[in-house]
């Protein structure tokens, strides 16, 4: 078939960041990038903006979401947090791994009480690591004893260790958090950086093809999709390369 004519088809493992700030905004880039992009991110940007009206959308319109609130705080407010978006339907939830084992223990046990009570399925708990935004310089400034990559591993097995899903870290340290944590472990990778796109503020990077080939589950690409010239022709490029190499 002539690679034009191809049709590539929506993957859950290609998460898109709707990092805009209004509901508009949002409606109009899912309606434009329509059956190509199956799970949507929403983050803070979007979320304090527009709130849950925005989840309700992309469920009305059968996407996944992955509300990316980086919740960081007491183990009783955390786990009560969880429990109020996960009434919300949502599929992936974050938590600051920095919060600690009885923060992100509460977190795991409330999204399961919750969806319980609702009869539906419970979402999964990421633990976010290292931002992907750092780089070792960076990272020192704010104290960070260890090489990044130490202490991405840390973290990840304190996450695995407190019974949430996974972690979000960079594909830069996927594969050794693959090595500790086995096949079952989510490894959500944004810092994702497609040849035709440009860094931006992430310093920890690789290309769709070298996330997968080094062990992330799921890719969170925003801007080289939403800040496109072509936002469809951008996803259907990383769709592509994902079909050819994960
Ligand atoms: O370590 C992290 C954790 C979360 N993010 C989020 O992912 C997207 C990436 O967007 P790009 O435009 O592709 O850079 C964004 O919503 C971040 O909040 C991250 O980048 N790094």
């Not at 469920?59 to 919740?71: A, N, R, S, T």
């Not at 979402?123 to 990272?139: E, H, M, N, R, Y």
Request: with cysteine.
């Amino acid at each position: 078939m002539d690679e034009k004519e191809e049709v590539y088809t929506a993957d859950d493992r290609l998460i898109v960041a709707l990092d805009v700030d209004s509901f508009d905004k949002m409606k109009e880039l899912v309606d434009e990038l329509g059956d190509l992009v199956s799970y949507y991110k929403v983050g803070m940007e979007l979320y304090y903006s527009a709130g849950s009206e925005t989840i309700h959308y992309l469920k009305e319109h059968g996407k996944k979401v992955f509300l990316d609130l980086k919740l960081h705080d007491i183990p009783n407010t955390v786990g009560h947090s969880v429990a109020s978006v996960t009434r919300l339907g949502v599929n992936l939830i974050t938590v600051h791994a920095g919060g600690g084992r009885a923060m992100m223990q509460a977190a795991a046990r409330y999204a399961k009480i919750t969806a319980d009570e609702l009869g539906v399925e419970r979402p999964k708990i990421l633990a976010v690591t290292v931002l992907t935004s750092f780089d070792d310089q960076g990272w020192q400034e704010v104290g960070g004893h260890l090489p990044i990559q130490d202490h991405v591993l840390e973290l990840a097995q304190l996450a695995k260790d407190s019974g949430v899903d996974g972690v979000v870290a960079s594909p830069r340290e996927a594969s050794s958090i693959r090595k500790m944590a086995g096949n079952d472990f989510l490894i959500v990778t944004p810092g994702i950086r497609p040849s035709f796109a440009q860094t931006d503020d992430q310093k920890r990077i690789a290309t769709p093809s070298e996330a997968f080939k080094d062990g992330s589950s799921m890719l969170v690409i925003g801007r080289p999709i939403t800040q496109a010239i072509d936002p469809c022709a951008a996803a259907r490029l990383i769709l592509k390369e994902i079909k050819e190499n994960a």
